[in-house]
């Protein structure tokens, strides 16, 4: 797309930036995976993967637009959390003596990204995606590199959707889809327990130091 082009796209009003339509999108089709979720398993996978992997689209295409905006990359991570958790709450009435388990992974998807977005506004980064060197290494690798980001989204999905539509018995295609993304879905987990750790000690510290420029100034 030309430059001139690209001038024809760009817009002052945030709500219509092409990425935040593409995340308007996804809230569609999501709704709509959640509508057919408890009757129709086929239609649910088909709308909520296509909602899912329009989260690979968002992102690029805010760059290649040049139209980012904190409202978009809030939109995105919401989405992203509120999907997950509704399909994590269908799992909870379908594999009852597992709901502790689903609660948890809730809980723990929230928080962790609730306090690292918001420990990244409160040391002042433009996104919850830039990463400075100085942070946990598995941290970097998983917001730096765009591949594995997707494979680690996309893996943890796929683990969640597989055990939405598992009817049994299970096959030799059954297991290997369950162990690849199981895996997946555990290293995302251990990558949200690292931020939310990463988060809190940021938070911390933030704490600390600007207690001591209170305590500084009332000396003076």
Known sequence: MSNGN????????????????????RIILA?????????HPKVCTILYCISCLLDAVDGNAA??????????????????????????????????AWTILFQFLISLDF????????????????????????SNRF???????????????AGNELFFVALYVFKGPINAAWWIVFAVSGVICFLKQFI??????????????????????????KKQ
């Open 6 to 25: 690209r001038r024809l796209l760009q817009t002052d009003n945030v709500f219509l930036y092409i990425p935040n339509i593409i995340g308007y999108t």
């Open 31 to 39: 709704s709509a995976a959640l509508y057919y979720m408890p009757w």
């Open 63 to 96: 760059r290649y637009f040049d139209q980012c905006s904190k409202f978009g990359a809030v939109l995105d991570m919401v989405t992203d959390r509120s999907t997950t958790t509704c399909l994590l709450c269908f799992l909870s009435l379908k594999y009852p």
């Open 111 to 134: 928080s962790s990204h609730y306090m690292h977005m918001y420990s990244s506004m409160t040391e002042g980064s433009s996104s919850h995606k830039k990463i400075s060197q100085s």
């Open 139 to 153: 941290l970097q690798l998983y917001y730096n590199s765009n591949v594995v980001l997707f494979i680690m989204c």
């Open 192 to 217: 949200n327990v690292i931020q939310i750790v990463n988060a809190s000690r940021v938070l911390a510290t933030i704490d600390k130091e600007e207690r001591a420029k209170a305590l500084n100034a």
